[in-house]
């Protein structure tokens, strides 16, 4: 398995644009993540799905992000308008059982 | 408070030493505990996984969990410089995780 898979790898934007990270979880898992990881706050939890379903949005810090996904295999995180303070490494996450397998992360900066 | 606390660190030790990575956690719901370590821009993967309060050892890795303390450490022996990464303690809870800020370790040659 190829394992999780984000794209893009890197996203350079300027304040104001749109921006949408991807997310290919792994086959067969029904739980997918969206986590923002920075220096001053590390890993936070954005929202996670179950069966396709949000469950818990909790974490989305404002209404300029929102989450989707469609199908079983496909997840999108997208922020409209971006802000500088938006910039971090964010990351998607999906499991069966207890253990989360990490994709590689997407490197945001919002200049 | 935070419901897993880890020192942030860094951490910085010779080649060779016995590393000693703590998180203390406040829930005492907590069944599992996990260590995922990750190196410089990539993501998190899962290092060691425990169920029961006691020590687990996998080479040169072991997790130890004391329930009764909420205190869980995860050391490494003969550390290598393959081993600098940071190093984050993790607790499944209600279908999603509670993770420690994580420790910064670096191993000098």
């Known amino acids: 398995d190829a394992g999780v898979i984000q794209s893009p790898r890197h996203e350079v934007t300027e304040m104001g644009q749109e921006v949408t990270l991807r997310c290919k979880p792994i086959?067969?898992?029904?739980?997918l993540f969206w986590y923002r990881q920075t220096m001053m706050r590390g890993l936070e939890l954005l929202i996670y799905?179950?069966?396709?379903?949000?469950?818990?949005d909790s974490g989305m810090p404002e209404d300029r992000f929102s989450a989707k996904m469609p199908n079983a295999s496909f997840s999108t995180l997208k922020i409209q308008p971006s802000e500088p303070r938006d910039s971090a490494v964010y990351f998607c996450a999906s499991k069966s059982t207890d253990t989360q397998y990490f994709g590689p992360g997407t490197r945001l900066t919002v200049l | 408070q935070k419901e897993v606390e880890q020192d942030p660190g860094p951490l910085s030790v010779p080649e060779g030493a016995i590393v000693s990575l703590n998180c203390t956690y406040s829930?005492?719901?907590?069944?599992?505990f996990m260590w995922y370590r990750q190196y410089s821009r990539k993501g998190p993967e899962l290092l060691m996984y425990?169920?029961?309060?006691g020590n687990k050892e996998d080479g040169r890795f072991t997790a130890q969990v004391d329930k009764s303390s909420k205190y869980i450490s995860l050391f490494i022996r003969d550390s290598q410089p393959s081993d600098s990464a940071t190093y984050l303690c993790a607790m499944p809870f209600n279908n999603d995780m509670r993770f420690g800020a994580g420790t910064r370790l670096t191993v000098k040659p």
């Open positions: 086959s067969g898992h029904d739980y």
């Open positions: 829930n005492s719901a907590f069944q599992y």
């Open positions: 799905f179950n069966n396709n379903v949000p469950i818990d």
């Open positions: 425990t169920y029961s309060s």
